[in-house]
């Protein structure tokens, strides 16, 4: 799925790309746009090879969103929940070992609930009166929240690649909640092809700099500059006062 669009609202602008970067095929797949009463915006980076990861990405996507659809933000975790359900009943049907990584965040229309949910190494940066970011469920993120690593240093280790949870691969698995979230003014969503090889630092200057459009051009632009050859996904949120 390549992809370069903007979208506007009143209160809202944001902006995403998609791309295999030098990947033969995009295995990443996301949404970004309106479902009933909530805005969605979530990414997954299936893993498996480029029919098995496809797909599991694409599953996961689409069990979000008509789990939003049926229930609202209540929908969040069963959407987590069905998709890893349909993705292992898919596995063991195939004898396939295909999985994903599951970032989402989701805000109801009148931009007073919000809603961070993940499985694996996609990040959600939230910006309000600090800046923070889910966590990894990696080797290198143990190895930070240990303290033998630190946050600089995780972007260059040679073992950032390997995840410890993902969907499809358990017959259970809970995706991290973050519930008690204040108003936001932006929001980053993006695979590890991105965040491996940009700096937390630079990936906030850039948002902080720039409007949705360009800082995503522009964050695609130095993941690929710094190495990158997996698929780039991005989306960047901008809410306005």
């Avoid at 909640?177 to 090889?197: M, N, P, Q, R, W």
């Amino acid at each position: 799925m390549n992809v370069d669009i903007r979208l506007m609202c009143d209160i809202m602008d944001y902006y995403y790309v998609s791309e295999k970067g030098l990947r033969e095929q995009n295995e990443d797949y996301f949404i970004a746009g309106k479902v009933n009463d909530f805005f969605v915006f979530a990414v997954a980076d299936g893993i498996g090879g480029h029919s098995g990861g496809e797909l599991a990405s694409k599953i996961a996507i689409t069990e979000l969103k008509e789990a939003v659809k049926r229930k609202g933000s209540i929908g969040l975790v069963e959407g987590f929940e069905k998709a890893n359900s349909t993705i292992f009943s898919e596995n063991e049907i195939r004898n396939s070992n295909m999985g994903t990584t599951l970032v989402a965040f989701i805000v109801n229309k009148k931009f007073t609930e919000y809603f961070v949910a993940n499985v694996g190494d996609s990040r959600a940066y939230l910006f309000n009166d600090k800046i923070w970011k889910t966590k990894d469920h990696s080797l290198v993120q143990e190895l930070v929240n240990k303290g033998a690593l630190s946050e600089e240093e995780a972007v260059n280790h040679p073992q950032k690649n390997i995840i410890t949870k993902a969907l499809g691969l358990e017959k259970n698995v809970k995706p991290d909640i973050y519930k008690e979230i204040t108003k936001v003014s932006a929001v980053i969503l993006c695979s590890d092809g991105l965040s491996d090889y940009v700096s937390n630092k630079e990936i906030i200057d850039i948002v902080e700099r720039n409007k949705p459009k360009i800082a995503c051009k522009k964050l695609v632009k130095k993941a690929l500059e710094n190495g990158s050859k997996d698929n780039i996904t991005v989306i960047v949120v901008n809410f306005k006062d």
